[in-house]
């Protein structure tokens, strides 16, 4: 979804690109001398840019050079109006256009550019959990783990629970086996059943 709303940006880039190219080209063809020499060099230049730009768009310096590019644009059509005398609105629009699209996100540099994907599942075992910040409530607690059999079994760092015939069960390692009389037990201590719990 969101690489079809980047191409769909980038073709209206480029589709923007062309007619203010075609448009500056009949702003400035008929004039002569010094503005004529400038203009072509310019414009020239401001494609090779947006060139650059529409090289780097999936990068994160992409969308900025394309910034960069729509603003000279529009300093460039300015600058045709105070000099020449001629101002051609539907360029001035299109590049207005364009420019308020180009204007880069806030944090677009490193991972935040990126799609993050939401893991499909929740980790189920130990082998599996992320550390997590010890409390001293948990230190309290994990120095109360009992040994002793019940009917369901979770590990210390981890709030779900097992039947003790399940295989995540048999990985947990006895100093960190919590034991349960019940499924009532586990769940007001907190825990959640695994899918081996039925």
């Known amino acids: 979804m969101v690489e079809e709303k980047s191409k769909g940006k980038l073709f209206i880039y480029a589709i923007i690109t062309v007619l203010l190219f075609f448009g500056l080209i009949r702003l400035f063809i008929n004039s002569n001398g010094n503005f004529f020499m400038l203009e072509l060099v310019g414009t020239l230049f401001l494609l090779l840019l947006t060139l650059i730009g529409f090289i780097g768009y999936n990068k994160c310096w992409g969308e900025r050079v394309l910034f960069f590019v729509y603003l000279t644009y529009l300093v460039n059509l ?84 097992h039947e003790p015939k399940c295989e995540w069960a048999k990985k947990i390692k006895t100093e960190r086996q919590v034991w349960f009389k019940d499924k009532r037990e586990a769940q007001r201590k907190g825990h959640r059943k695994h899918t081996c719990v039925k």
């Open 78 to 161: 300015v600058m045709i109006w105070f000099y020449d005398g001629r101002l051609s609105l539907i360029l001035l629009f299109l590049t207005l256009l364009a420019f308020l699209m180009a204007v880069p996100k806030r944090a677009c540099c490193g991972s935040s550019c990126q799609a993050t994907e939401k893991p499909s599942e929740e980790p189920h075992s130990e082998v599996f959990d992320l550390p997590k910040p010890v409390t001293e409530k948990e230190v309290v607690e994990e120095n109360k783990v009992t040994h002793s059999p019940g009917k369901f079994v979770a590990s210390a760092r981890s709030n779900i629970y």
